[in-house]
């Protein structure tokens, strides 16, 4: 997925609330585990580092770390 495509999605989940605009209360990165990633929806692997993000109400979104990177900042500049 290309790099407008991406940052578009994330504005569009945004708006529609199927990602949240709140920061992570933690964040890991490690090798994927095969899970799906919160934003391009392709599996993590483990050759791709992935970011997981522990949200206030307990849950988590994984990432993969460019995915992340531009969740971050779409979040941000949406408040």
């Known amino acids: 997925m290309e790099l407008d495509e ?10 529609r609330g199927e ?3 709140d920061k992570c209360q933690v ?3 490690g090798p ?3 899970e799906p ?3 391009c929806g392709r599996s993590i692997t483990r ?6 993000c522990e949200q206030a109400s307990g849950s988590a ?6 995915c992340f990177a531009i969740w971050d900042e779409e979040r941000q500049q949406s408040d």
């Open 19 to 21: 990602l949240p605009r």
């Open 32 to 34: 994927g585990v095969g």
């Open 47 to 52: 050759l791709e580092i992935e970011c997981e």
């Open 37 to 39: 990633c919160a934003l």
């Open 61 to 66: 979104l994984r990432f993969h770390q460019g």
């Open 27 to 29: 964040t890991w990165f």
């Open 6 to 15: 991406l940052r578009s999605r994330t504005r569009d989940r945004l708006q």
